[in-house]
């Protein structure tokens, strides 16, 4: 997949015509994928490239940072995952002030006239554009008369009786639900991370963990403990994983630390990927470390009984031998 930080730099030689998804993304989730496969179908119907145009930070970040929400994906992941529907080229544009003070009829001329020279646009169901979002798919497909592309408007998926939507799956990772986010997703939810020093408690407990750290923008599961599986140097461990403050010991920083079962080893420096499974408990304050240390086995012996009967391997992002490539 060829990756373009800025639409007005592709040629004519490059992309003489071109079928465009429109949207932010964030996930890529069930939703998102099927405004991807329509994408791919009429660029193979109509035998011209397909692309995708997105931004590289969420645009509320721009024009409200205060109501910015915590991404599903970061930029390496949304690739990764773009590409493994098939798109042939995705532009990663800034959403700075003066795209954000563009009028529908602005963006339609300069982005999908006269850089992509687009024959269809695809779009979902609830897409805005434009300056305070006064473009809707229904000006889309006006502005297509009028400039010569066709317009198609992606039906919502639902799950569970609702539309998906990355609002619905920060939600249910809000209430620890990560079995219903993965569902939405279609893949596993996960996050990623460099192996940090941590305070090493977990190793004087019997539990070694390792400490991971999460770029701080990204959505994490309400704090608990977790079953899940580690991607290590190509091989997948099961796990129990901690999101929180670590009461017991009393703590104030939000931490993220993974005790992978069965694993020895120095991991300071590599970057993991972890798999969220089930939500085993929450995060309680216990009497003392020993205390601490009965609950870790009970956790390790139930995360062992829901990954006995869970299957993570359609992960989305195809094999997982190395987690820092943005996989």
């Known amino acids: 997949m060829r990756v373009f930080r800025d639409a007005s730099g592709i040629h004519l030689r490059d992309m003489p015509k071109s079928v465009v998804a429109l949207g932010t993304f964030d996930?890529?989730?069930?939703?998102?994928?099927?405004?991807?496969?329509?994408?791919?179908?009429?660029?193979?119907?109509?035998?011209?490239?397909?692309?995708?145009?997105?931004?590289?930070?969420?645009?509320?970040?721009?024009?409200?940072?205060?109501?910015?929400?915590?991404?599903?994906?970061?930029i390496e992941d949304k690739l990764a995952l773009i590409q493994g529907t098939g798109i042939e080229n995705t532009v990663i544009a800034q959403f700075d002030h003066e795209m954000a003070r563009a009028t529908p009829e602005e963006f339609v001329r300069e982005v999908l006239v006269d850089s992509l020279r687009a024959k269809w646009v695809i779009v979902g169901f609830n897409y805005t554009f434009g300056w305070k979002a006064q473009g809707n798919a229904e000006t889309l497909k006006d502005l297509g008369e009028k400039y010569g592309f066709h317009v198609e408007v992606s039906k919502p998926v639902s799950v569970g009786g609702a539309v998906v939507s990355s609002t619905r799956i920060r939600s249910s990772l809000a209430k620890g639900d990560v079995e219903s986010a993965s569902q939405m997703l279609g893949r596993p939810f996960s996050i990623k991370g460099k192996v940090i020093k941590g305070e090493r408690r977990g190793k004087t407990l019997g539990y070694p963990t390792v400490n991971l750290d999460v770029f701080h923008g990204i959505s994490l599961p309400q704090c608990g403990v977790y079953a899940a599986t580690v991607y290590v140097k190509g091989h997948m461990f099961g796990a129990v994983t901690n999101i929180g403050t670590r009461p017991t010991f009393s703590g104030e920083t939000m931490s993220v630390e993974t005790h992978i079962i069965g694993y020895e080893g120095d991991l300071y420096g590599e970057t993991l990927r972890v798999l969220f499974a089930k939500k085993l408990r929450d995060e309680v304050k216990f009497s003392s470390g020993e205390a601490l240390a009965c609950q870790i086995s009970r956790d390790v012996e139930r995360a062992e009984e829901v990954l006995d009967r869970w299957n993570p391997c359609d992960t989305g992002f195809g094999i997982l031998e190395d987690a820092s490539q943005g996989a």
């Open 27 to 74: 996930g890529v989730h069930l939703g998102h994928r099927e405004i991807l496969k329509r994408c791919i179908f009429r660029s193979r119907q109509e035998n011209v490239p397909s692309v995708v145009f997105t931004f590289h930070r969420h645009p509320l970040e721009t024009i409200r940072p205060q109501f910015t929400p915590q991404l599903l994906t970061d």
